[in-house]
């Protein structure tokens, strides 16, 4: 049973257009939510976080937006550029467990020319 | 400052070998943690070290076994290997400091197949 859940699988967007990923949790002792970015052969990297008393955190091209009650949030990426093609994932904190990190299962992204 | 350092960062073992995966951070972070990544499945957690001394299972356990003497390293035991862990492996550090979080820095992972 995924406890973070996230969609698409993979994705594919061309230059100058909007990538957007969903994620989903149950868990209310999740209480931070941060993105990773992976490029192949690479481990993943922290791209930008959000904490669930905040609705929305920009940086840059990159855009979290969270809904609480929902329990969702969701990356946006701007003006997609064929360097940010990489494998995207979303993940949450466990505040109950030393902050243990679970992640989603991640989305392939393919900026195209 | 080399982060966080894994070797090997290949390996090939038969069924039922044993072998070691090590990881060491020279960043000082209380918090360690070990992943295996497979296609469609994400990074699961295997085992997790909050400090020297201390260590628990996460989602996927079984098969492996940890122990933390520093705070440096955290290396990850495979008892009996078996096809099924057959995966990347990422090891990751960050602090955890009067419940301050930081980001994890992950390692460059290792590649072990079993055959």
């Known amino acids: 049973q995924q406890q973070v859940k996230q969609s698409p699988q993979s994705l594919i967007v061309q230059k100058g257009g909007i990538s957007i990923i969903n994620c989903a949790y149950e868990n209310t002792a999740f209480d931070y939510f941060p993105w990773y970015q992976q490029f192949p052969g690479k481990g993943p990297a922290l791209l930008i976080a959000i904490r669930p008393d905040v609705s929305e955190k920009k940086e840059g091209r990159f855009t979290i937006s969270f809904n609480k009650s929902a329990k969702q949030f969701s990356l946006h990426i701007m003006d997609s550029q064929p360097g940010d093609s990489a494998t995207y994932f979303c993940?949450?904190?466990?505040?109950?467990?030393?902050?243990?990190?679970?992640f989603g299962p991640g989305t392939s992204l393919s900026v195209i020319p | 400052n080399a982060g966080v350092t894994q070797t090997p960062k290949f390996q090939v073992l038969k069924t039922g070998q044993s072998m070691t995966l090590q990881c060491a951070q020279d960043?000082?972070?209380?918090?360690m943690s070990w992943y295996r990544q497979d296609p469609g499945m994400g990074l699961r957690l295997i085992h997790y070290?909050?400090?020297?001394?201390?260590?628990d299972q996460g989602e996927v356990p079984n098969g492996y076994n940890v122990s933390r003497s520093t705070t440096e390293d955290f290396p990850l035991r495979l008892l009996s290997a078996a096809p099924s862990q057959t995966s990347v492996y990422f090891c990751?550090?960050?602090?955890?400091?009067?419940?301050?979080?930081?980001?994890?820095?992950f390692g460059q992972g290792t590649r072990l197949t079993v055959v």
């Open positions: 960043m000082n972070h209380e918090y």
């Open positions: 990751a550090s960050s602090r955890n400091r009067d419940r301050v979080r930081t980001e994890a820095f």
């Open positions: 070290s909050v400090g020297a001394g201390i260590t």
């Open positions: 993940a949450a904190n466990d505040k109950t467990s030393y902050d243990k990190v679970i």
